[in-house]
């Protein structure tokens, strides 16, 4: 493990369905992030938060919510899906004074 | 024109041989420079992480940075068949907290 823990690892949902992602670290740091990535595709950057508080929103679509109640925890709260949505979802943390990010396994999303 | 290019592969060599891998980005601003590895139904672990131009040398991995020419590469020597995964360089133009833009990966197969 990594230190940055993610649940669940295969999520299968139908499009109506609501879901939540979980994304817990406990190494310190202040930052969290949700990346999607998608075959052939880079990572693309959805949600950054510091000390808690949102400081990028990359034009993601409003059936993405995300949620950071402390510094250990996010999440990304999922409704009204679309197909295109499957991909895998990555939680990442780091430090103001860190180099780089800590990844989590991911969270395998498949919409039906 | 991408801000991070890199060519996605796969690339297949036999276990011995030097690797390597690059990545070209259009942002003279980025001064951070990653290179993060990706096995199979994992997220990427950060591998490298360099500043400015020059190399830096970590075990049988090597980064180079030229920022003259706006390229990156990863070198890795007496490759192994462990060594197969994606590697995705990433880069940014503050450290920190702060949001890496990432290439698309190359998948690298080590041959035994």
């Known amino acids: 493990e990594t230190g940055v823990t993610q649940t669940p690892r295969h999520l299968v949902m139908g499009m109506t369905n609501k879901k939540s992602l979980k994304c817990e670290q406990h190494l310190g740091h202040n930052a969290m992030y949700w990346y999607k990535q998608s075959a052939k595709k880079p990572l693309e950057l959805m949600f950054v938060?510091?000390?808690?508080?949102?400081?990028e929103n990359n034009s993601v679509p409003s059936r993405f919510s995300p949620e950071c109640p402390n510094s250990s925890h996010l999440f990304l709260h999922l409704h009204t899906l679309q197909p295109e949505d499957s991909a895998l979802y990555l939680c990442?943390?780091?430090?103001?004074?860190?180099?780089?990010?800590?990844f989590g396994s991911g969270t395998r999303l498949t919409v039906v | 024109q991408k801000e991070v290019e890199q060519d996605p592969g796969p690339l297949s060599v036999p276990e011995g041989a030097i690797v390597s891998l690059n990545c070209t980005y259009s942002n003279s601003a980025f001064q951070y420079f990653m290179w993060y590895r990706q096995y199979s139904r994992k997220g990427p672990e950060l591998l490298m992480y360099t500043y400015s131009s020059g190399n830096k040398e970590d075990g049988r991995f090597t980064a180079q940075v030229d920022k003259s020419s706006k390229y990156i590469s990863l070198f890795i020597r007496d490759s192994q068949p462990s060594d197969s995964a994606t590697y995705l360089c990433?880069?940014?133009?503050?450290?920190?907290?702060?949001?890496?833009?990432f290439g698309t990966g190359t998948r690298l197969k080590v041959l035994a």
């Open positions: 990433a880069m940014s133009e503050k450290s920190g907290t702060y949001k890496y833009i």
């Open positions: 990442a943390s780091s430090h103001d004074r860190g180099n780089g990010y800590t």
């Open positions: 938060y510091n000390f808690k508080e949102q400081t």
